[in-house]
């Protein structure tokens, strides 16, 4: 049997740092709100069963009678409300998958421009390893600084990766990582941290310098340009 594989999209961030008065991840990209982007390469990789959706509270309702069936996201299984961080919306968003899921992989709303090829490649790592991420390598050489703004270090570039989404986990494995990291009380920007502090395996998909993160308005425009240069892929 094929395994069941789970996209969590966490989409429940506040945007503070886009200073708009809606969360970033509902502002149009494109002329389309910018998780739809994302949602909709989710639903056109053949490899995903399932899309669970973590919003706001207060955008439940608008996301299950407006965005999902608008824009005819129909491996949209649940909508649910995401927590303070990041980490704990991806947690509700986990064990909101049924226990016979295999593999979930982790995409944040606000990096529209993943590919199927992504998708793709992350899972076929997991599969192997058990856990992988979808990385760039760093490009600019990268100091560590103390907090008079006097470099102590010069870190090895060649070493050096940009972690992004989406990142993939065996199930199980991730549930137990986020359940150890609450336990200890660890706050992880990335769910890859949680899962290797527990001293497991997890992989490099190599991403693209595509895949930004819109977090600022001036990204906004930088998602505009590229999504103006952009080519459609064919599905997998
Ligand atoms: O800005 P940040 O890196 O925290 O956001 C990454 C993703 O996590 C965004 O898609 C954002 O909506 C989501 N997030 C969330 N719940 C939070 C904070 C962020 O789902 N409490």
New binding site residues.
Partial sequence: MADWIVAV???????V?MGAGV???FLTLGGVPL?VHSLQTFEAAHIISEIIL???QDDCQYCREDIVPSYGLKKVSQVIA?????Q???LNGVQAANSATDIVVVH????PFVTLKMITQVVEATRNHGAAIVAMPMRDTVKRVNGEGIIKETLNREELWLAQTPQAFRRDVLLRAHQQGEADGVDA?DDAFLVERLGLTVAIVQGSSDNI?V?RPEDLHMGEAILTSKTPETCS
């Fill in positions: 999209v966490p989409a429940a961030g506040r945007g740092r969360p970033k991840q998780l973590v919003v706001p995401g927590g303070p961080r990041r704990d919306s991806v944040d709303a606000v990096r920007t993160k977090t």
